[in-house]
């Protein structure tokens, strides 16, 4: 049977100007590292951010991304997946099933909050009403509250609190763990015993009764644009 192949990107996009600000360029920062990107590249990335495709479908959108700006593929997309990959900017996952890619890829990422503070959404609110002429009924759309399971509340209230992998998470939902006041509770409550490492929680954890819904409560925030992931 033929393995499940599931992409995605990781950290999150910004532009760089120059000191004249009459310049940019894109840039994803990810593992706390700036990495300027082409333009092949970026249409890549961008394809994937807060979306999981197989790889026919990443193709599908590079070759209409590349028809309908005209004398931009230079490069195959394969060869842009491999450079991304090798630069940590998109990330596979694969299995028997799309479940099981879905894990292979979520298990060892690091889940980030992309919900921003109250004063910042403040801010963007009114910028995008007074300086960007949006309509406030158009702006408020982009600024409601996330409608949330039970489930993906318990993964945002351990997220906001650590830097934790979705594995992680799943351990501290089996545990019932629900407060991580410092990064002692963390050892102690994650890696006390003789089995269990960083390097191998993402495996261990894939058998527990938990991994389902908690791995669909982190692919859902993701595609609502409720996280970031990242690798640390």
């Known amino acids: 049977m033929e393995k499940k192949i599931l992409y ?4 999150r996009f910004e532009r760089r100007y120059n000191h004249c600000r009459r310049l940019s360029c894109p840039v994803i920062v990810a593992g706390k590292q700036d990495h300027v990107v082409d333009m092949q590249e970026l249409v890549i990335w961008t394809s994937l951010n807060w979306r999981f495709l197989k790889p026919s479908e ?11 700006v005209g004398g931009m593929a230079e490069r195959s997309g394969q060869e842009c997946v491999h450079r991304l990959m090798v630069r940590g900017l998109i990330v596979s996952g694969s299995g028997d099933t799309e479940y099981d ?71 501290c939902v089996e545990n019932n763990v629900r407060r991580l006041p410092n990064e002692e509770s963390i050892v102690e409550r994650l890696y006390s015993d003789r089995e269990t490492t960083s390097d191998n929680i993402s495996s261990i954890m894939r058998i527990s009764a938990v991994c389902r819904p908690v791995t669909l409560a982190v692919a859902n925030l993701y595609l609502r644009k409720q996280i970031i992931l990242e690798r640390v």
């Open 101 to 171: 890619a879905l894990y292979d890829l979520l298990g060892s990422l690091f889940i980030i909050p992309a919900d921003g503070n109250l004063l910042y959404q403040i801010l963007s609110f009114c910028r995008l009403t007074v300086l960007e002429r949006i309509s406030f009924r158009a702006a408020r759309k982009l600024f409601r509250k996330d409608n949330r399971t039970d489930k993906e509340k318990q993964v945002m209230g351990l997220a906001n609190q650590a830097l934790l992998s979705t594995a992680e998470i799943i351990k």
């Open 8 to 11: 995605t990107a990781i950290g």
């Open 58 to 68: 990443l193709e599908a959108v590079f070759q209409e991304t590349a028809r309908q």
